[in-house]
């Protein structure tokens, strides 16, 4: 199923002329304000130009990997579009990577050239570049340029994002790194800039999976210009929009959702280094927001805070109309929502969407509609055949912005015969949208039925007394498995388990009401690095859990 072909201006799904599209549009308008300096789209341009140039000099040619290691602060911006306009591959970094996690992207992804934060203020332990030195002693007694480590073998070059009395001792401060750019001329930098097109490489992304190290997916540029377009778009923000969001930038929501939709629409983005609720509602309420971008615990936490109802919040309208902070800012109708959409980071977040504005009994039931470029199945997971329409199977992708595949992972590999990127998710096709149903190895198969976790966490969601609420399949001798759900009660209540099954009963099908209900507390789950949490570390917790209570469910008793 195919919607109709992408813009013919195809030459401008780029970088470099994204970033001079966008300047033309809104030039002197504040793009993109942190914690400490806001910049103008034309100052975003200069620093960028600025930021390549530094590349340029320190010899980053095109299809160079280069890792930058910042948090959500306009500097971030100013590094991706600096790679971009040189046609060197960013890597970003995520900032909640564990040691292990980052020696493994700085050496898996080939980064030649590695720009890292001295750490997050306010954020102990975030010593990011003196703990690589620690662990990499060569790096430290080596020379910027000609670096040789084993550990990290293709890392000739390492910069302290600080100035330059501020830069551990041996780490060169980005600030020598901008001023030898200094040397290279406009006439150079637009030259190499013309030569960057659609097709070549500019991204990858580590994903954090929740059994092994990241997988590195492989951006074309076209990637991250389409759908910056197309958030924007589908959003229906405008210049006159303010946008809070707390979406981190290694993440393809931040890249494509938060950055690019702001930059391609002229909207303000409003970001902070580090999300604090009381921290983010004053800010909201200072930039006059329109939308907020968080996570749905982040959400919650702004709603519950006791600042919340004192703040006029009364300028943010885009939001989603089920979080709470929804009748905190004063909703009264669904009229705005992302909801109905789909994707994954191998897509660059949508593959499928209807806009914001949609009718809510429309984006709340599907996923939406496959985007411009974009092909979509439904196959039969076992033998790969295409179903017809209304039949459940796996959801597969290709298109305009799938990624180019998995770094050092052969395509055959990743892709079918036919190229479809094979999703491991469950949903059906109807009347030309997509509905999902849930990741297929995560379904909880129980009695004969699989049951997607998705509603009943969303049923627990629905609850103010519930943080974190999430549902895994326990083995059971004779159900095949049994549903449990995990929960991290909310501040200051304590929901019994009796109160939370009846609530269930009401809302899901009796085969779907867990049979049990854990509570955890918030420091006992596993995280992945981008703050998922990981489903088969919880699933083994609840499996002990019900071991060390001797617990009897349905005939069979765990621990004996």
Request: proline share 6%; net charge negative; with cysteine.
């Amino acid at each position: 199923m195919s919607e109709p072909t992408l813009q013919p201006d195809a030459s401008r799904y780029t970088l470099p002329r994204f970033l001079a599209d966008t300047v033309e549009r809104f030039g002197t308008r504040v793009a993109i304000e942190g914690d400490a300096r806001a910049l103008r789209f034309d100052e975003l341009e200069s620093e960028a130009r600025a930021f390549a140039k530094g590349l340029i000099a320190a010899g980053v040619a095109k299809g160079s990997r280069v890792a930058v290691l910042l948090g959500s602060r306009p500097e971030w911006a100013v590094a991706y579009f600096g790679c971009g306009l040189v046609g060197a591959v960013m890597v970003p970094v995520n900032t909640f990577a564990k040691p292990e996690e980052l020696d493994h992207v700085l050496r898996h992804s080939d980064a030649a050239l590695a720009i890292l934060q001295t750490g997050v203020e306010g954020v102990s332990g975030t010593r990011f570049v003196d703990d690589l030195l620690a662990r990499h002693p060569e790096l430290a007694q080596g020379e910027n340029g000609s670096l040789a480590c084993a550990a990290l073998p293709c890392l000739r070059r390492l910069y302290a994002f600080a100035p330059v009395g501020e830069a551990p001792d041996a780490a060169e401060s980005t600030d020598r790194f901008l001023e030898a750019g200094q040397a290279v001329t406009d006439e150079v930098l637009d030259a190499v800039a013309r030569e960057v097109h659609p097709s070549d490489d500019a991204l990858i992304v580590y994903t954090s999976g929740t059994t092994a190290l990241p997988k590195g997916v492989v951006h074309m540029q076209r990637a991250p210009v389409i759908q910056s377009w197309q958030w924007a778009e589908q959003m229906g923000l405008t210049p006159e929009d303010v946008v809070y969001s707390s979406y981190p930038f290694f993440w393809t929501a931040g890249i494509a959702m938060a950055l690019g939709g702001c930059l391609a629409s002229g909207a303000k983005l409003v970001i902070d280094e580090v999300f604090e609720p009381g921290r983010a509602l004053e800010r909201i309420e200072a930039c006059g927001a329109t939308a907020v971008q968080a996570w749905p615990h982040q959400e919650k936490a702004l709603a519950e805070h006791p600042t919340a109802g004192k703040r006029d919040l009364s300028r943010v309208k885009k939001i989603e109309f089920a979080r709470a902070l929804a009748r905190v800012v004063g909703l009264e109708k669904d009229e705005w929502g992302t909801h109905g959409s789909y994707g994954m980071s191998e897509t660059f977040t949508i593959c499928s969407c209807v806009p914001a504005t949609t009718a809510p009994e429309i984006r709340e039931k599907t996923s939406g509609r496959p985007l411009p470029g974009m092909t979509i199945k439904i196959v039969d997971p076992e033998t790969g055949e295409t179903l017809p329409e209304g039949v459940e199977g796996e959801i597969v992708v290709k298109g305009a912005t799938m990624m180019r595949g998995y770094h050092k992972v052969d395509p055959e590999n990743v892709f079918d015969a036919d190229g479809f990127f094979h999703s491991q998710d469950g949903g059906h096709l109807k009347d030309g949208y997509l509905y999902w149903s849930g990741r297929l190895s995560h379904l909880i198969k129980t009695g004969g039925a699989n049951v997607s976790p998705l509603e009943i966490e969303s049923a627990l969601d629905a609850r103010d007394d519930v943080r974190v609420g999430m549902a895994v399949g326990v083995p059971h001798p004779t159900l095949g498995e049994v549903v449990i759900a995990c929960v991290v009660p909310a501040a200051g209540t304590s929901p019994s388990e009796d109160e939370i099954r009846s609530d269930l009963r009401a809302r899901l099908s009796a085969y779907k009401v867990p049979k049990r209900v854990l509570f955890f507390e918030a420091s006992e789950l596993s995280l992945t690095g981008n703050q998922k949490i990981q489903v088969g570390p919880l699933r083994e917790a609840a499996e002990k859990r019900l071991a060390e209570e001797g617990a009897e469910i349905d005939g069979a008793t765990y621990g004996a």
